[in-house]
């Protein structure tokens, strides 16, 4: 059981998504350590709505691409705040185009964060979590690793990765106690989303049953029902919450 407040880690916080998750999270009662590329502003603006919550909180930039800083910023938040007994990973990016056009750097860049990145970070923690066996990791994918999406074969191969990384680890760790899930988001509001012409927009409504675009606090509370004891008996699973996109 993780119980509250146990550590949660959550990559990719100062923003959207991830900055959502870690807000439920620290209202749920665990302290944060969150990790974020260069919104350094925005970040502490996150930090201090965390410390108003009477949360303990510890943040510093971190490439998620590279494993020794991965490594230490665990170590850091864990001397910080004590023992982490959460992972959420969230961090990402996207470089879509036409696979024709998609430049070799894109590829690379968008599958070292989205989908190495989660490794770095899983595997950081992984050891200590058999350690004590208990632990909680949540793995954020996207519809777009489930079906694929055109113009996005990076974006679409990484999140598809982390699906079957994510299921592969829950069988791995199981009988330590340890619970790996994930939770692939549709079409959210968000900065991303904000920034799509009217037409993909219309497109896209078109294709929800629900006709409706998702909000970030329905991704933070898919999170959190699987973070927390309610979900004890749920391991390996896909959580889309889509709308119903694809039914």
Known sequence: MTGNGSLAIV???SRGIGRAIALQLACD?????FCYRQSAAAAQEVAQKLLDQERRVFHRPCDVTDFQAVKAFV?????????????INCAGIIRDNPLVLMKEEDWQLVIDTNLNGYFNFCRSVVFGFMKR????IVNISSVSG????????????????????????AKEL????????????????TDMT??????????????IPLG??????DVADAVSFLVSDRAKYITGQVLQVDGGIIL
């Open 29 to 33: 009662g665990h302290d944060i350590a």
């Open 146 to 169: 489930v079906h694929g999406n055109p113009r996005q074969s990076n974006y679409s191969a990484a999140k598809a990765g982390i699906i079957g990384f994510s299921r592969a680890l």
């Open 194 to 207: 904000a920034s799509v012409t009217a037409r993909v927009r219309d497109e896209a409504l078109a294709s």
């Open 212 to 217: 409706r675009f998702g909000e970030i606090q």
């Open 75 to 87: 170590e850091a938040s864990e001397a910080e705040l004590g023992q982490v007994g959460v992972l």
């Open 133 to 136: 066996k208990q632990g909680v």
């Open 174 to 189: 199981a009988t330590y106690n340890i619970r790996v899930n994930v939770v692939a988001p549709g079409f959210i509001n």
């Open 11 to 13: 990559t990719g916080a």
